[in-house]
């Protein structure tokens, strides 16, 4: 029988599936990896959401991620590709492997990391990481949620609904954001990300996770990637290869390993 943080981690997986359905950042990625076939790994792969899509296109795709009810939704998306490949890791503890053609950060991992770690520490981290998982001239993918302006996005104290839905267990609730506020000196985001489900039988049951993250500077990431080797050959603010300003959203990077 599931326990409460588990049943909570599966409706989340569930609205995941059913409701981040969009394939733009995807099609873009794609777009700028290019003809394959080029052996990727991808990290925090969750439902293979991305995955899928880069072996579809010819490549030799592995993913890791350490959620299990997040990687339970790639078989389906998977039936009939062979160059596909997942695990469950912990990414920020665990070995990447090495010698890939492209590395993934995307869909906004810098900023979604899981650790105990100092996070700015932790997306440092993760580019080193990625520089070793590499090949001599392979290629590191970031694409980060990024705003010239992150006090605007953050400084918010209502809330912010995610998720709403019920699941394939039969649990109905939602997942808001809540309480958000923005340290502008130390770069750091303060929320709360409440789940409140209502189970089959009638029980609710609610869970507050305070978050604490570091919201890097495109300076910060420039210097990371520098410190492990890696030159930008391109750059862009959002999914229209538009540079990065004052009214874009992203941080798109695609990174050479000398």
């Known amino acids: 029988m599931l326990n409460e943080e588990q049943i909570f981690a599966s409706w989340a997986a569930d609205m995941y599936d059913e409701q981040e359905t969009d394939l733009t950042d995807a099609e873009f990625a794609c777009s700028v990896i290019g003809a394959p076939s080029k052996r990727i790994l991808e990290i925090a792969c969750g439902n293979g959401r991305m995955l899928v899509p880069l072996a579809k296109a010819g490549h030799v795709v592995t993913g890791l991620d350490f959620d299990e ?11 009939g590709l062979r160059q596909i490949s997942w695990r469950k890791a912990d990414a920020m503890s665990e ?13 906004n991992f810098l900023f979604n990391i899981v650790t105990d770690l100092d996070y700015a520490e932790a997306q440092s981290l993760a ?30 104290p209502g809330e912010k609904l995610i998720w709403e ?33 209502t189970l089959p039988d009638g029980s609710v049951i609610r869970r507050d996770i305070p978050n604490v993250k570091h919201f890097a500077s495109l300076e910060e990431i420039h210097d990371w990637l520098a410190a492990s080797g890696l030159v930008i050959e391109e750059e862009y603010g959002d999914y229209a290869r538009s540079p990065i300003g004052e009214t874009t959203n992203r941080a798109i990077i695609w990174a050479r390993k000398q």
């Open 127 to 156: 580019i080193r990481k990625a520089a070793k998982a590499l090949a001599p001239g392979g290629h590191l993918y970031i694409d980060y949620s990024y705003t010239l302006y992150p006090e605007d996005w953050f400084e918010n």
């Open 165 to 197: 839905g019920r699941d394939t267990q039969g649990n109905t609730g939602r997942m808001v954001l809540r309480d958000n506020t923005f340290d502008r000196e130390k770069r750091l985001a303060h929320f709360v990300r409440r789940y409140e489900l």
């Open 95 to 107: 070995d990447w492997g090495s010698g890939y053609d492209v590395v993934m950060l995307a869909a």
């Open 69 to 79: 009810f997040m990687l339970s939704k790639i078989p389906d998306k998977a039936k």
